[in-house]
């Protein structure tokens, strides 16, 4: 059996982990600089806000049609068709200074991402076994972490030196790389219909939210706010960093870079709270982090201030990595896993849609600092939310087994 789990492991590294890591390094690029991008063209931050936000929109709006995919096509299939569409999607937003054009392309990245987000959550949820799954999806979640930490610092630097819409161009090139690994590394599983005659049914849908009401609400609201804050702080650093205490775009890659590197360190031992202590053991106090961290950086005016507060969020968002995925995953119907997770990732998806722009509309009405106050709200109400009201999934499961 340990064997068994090792070669699983294994396979992940080709299939899953080193395609996630190029695609969350291309999507660090655009972290520091998409949203001083759109603003350079004269925009208000309630519609750089949108700009920003219109992937997650994007991914929202696909989220429960992706799962169906899944269920039709097979996970091989729609990761191919995710990672293609993030390389078309990522030429267009570098070809395109528009700002309805900019919109457009960032719902179709969104829908792009949730193809794949999805095909690959329900490829680990269904090659691993529970009890080392938390490991398995942490290190997936640290792996986008690396990635992350990576595309920001570079990212501002390409910007600085080669313009602002060059970080897009490098996106496309990391997305093809990944579509390439997808098509000779990805093996299809059981939700290919060829293989189990598996067909989606359209009250399929509904007797999920039947049987799973109660955690798809408790669950869902404590994701919700938490992917609020995770979202949010995307666009309220660089806008914070810039127009507040003056910051060019290579300073801010730098800042969200040093964040990225204490998030990336703390996968493995989230990994290990979650699989010997519980889910909760991680993502309440991740949350907690969180949520201070962005109440900090309304109170900074100088770079190593800054620097100081996010790396607070740096580590309390590390230390939650692959915490949402990891419940979903335990929450998910065997039988019903991509229809599920297309359900749960629509809830979180709300969260990160809602969260930029939410900080667009305090900002434009407030100021970007009462803006931070607002998402340190959102994640001490995840971080209630979950102890509080939402039940221990690993434990539960295990007794069951």
Request: with cysteine.
């Amino acid at each position: 059996m340990v064997l068994y789990v090792a070669m699983k492991m294994r396979a992940l590294i080709w299939s899953v982990y080193i395609p996630s890591f190029l695609l969350a390094f291309g999507t660090g690029l655009l972290i520091p600089t998409l949203p001083i991008y759109a603003r350079s063209l004269g925009l208000s931050y309630e519609v750089v806000s949108l700009v920003v936000a219109a992937a997650s929109l994007g991914t929202l709006l696909f989220d429960v049609p992706a799962g169906v995919i899944i269920g039709r096509l097979g996970r091989r299939w729609t990761m191919i068709a995710g990672t293609g569409a993030l390389v078309v999607t990522s030429l267009g937003l570098g070809l395109s200074s528009v700002v309805a054009v900019l919109i457009l392309f960032r719902l179709l990245s969104g829908m792009g991402s949730a193809l794949w987000g999805i095909s690959r959550l329900t490829y680990i949820a269904e090659e691993i076994p529970r009890a080392e799954r938390g490991r398995a999806l942490a290190s997936f979640g640290g792996v986008q972490r690396i990635g992350t930490f990576a595309g920001p610092v570079v990212g501002g630097l390409i910007a600085q030196f080669f313009g602002l819409n060059a970080p897009f161009f490098l996106y496309a090139a990391v997305a093809f790389a990944a579509t390439i690994l997808a098509v000779f590394f990805v093996p299809e599983g059981k939700t290919n219909p060829a293989r189990d005659g598996h067909a989606f049914q359209v009250g399929m849908l509904g007797e999920i939210l039947r049987t799973q009401w109660r955690e798809l609400t408790t669950a869902g609201a404590g994701q919700i706010f938490g992917q609020m804050i995770r979202a949010g702080r995307q666009i309220l650093v660089p806008l914070y960093a810039n127009a507040v205490i003056g910051l060019d775009v290579g300073a801010v890659g730098t800042i969200v870079g040093a964040s990225a590197a204490i998030d990336m360190t703390l996968f493995y031992p989230a990994g290990l709270l979650m699989d010997r202590f519980g889910r909760r053991a991680a993502i309440i106090p991740s949350f907690i982090f969180l949520g201070l961290g962005m109440g900090a950086v309304a109170f900074t005016h100088s770079y190593l201030a800054l620097l100081g507060a996010v790396v607070v969020v740096g580590f309390g968002n590390g230390l939650g990595s692959g915490s949402m995925m990891t419940i979903g995953s335990d929450l998910a119907p065997r039988d019903k896993t991509s229809e599920f997770l297309g359900i749960w990732r629509l809830i979180g998806d709300a969260g990160s849609t809602g969260g930029p722009i939410v900080v667009g509309a305090v900002a434009d009405a407030v100021g970007l600092g009462p803006a931070a106050l607002v998402l340190c709200g959102f994640g001490l109400v995840s971080a209630a939310l979950f102890s509080t009201v939402v039940r221990e999934t690993h434990q539960v499961r295990r007794a069951q087994a």
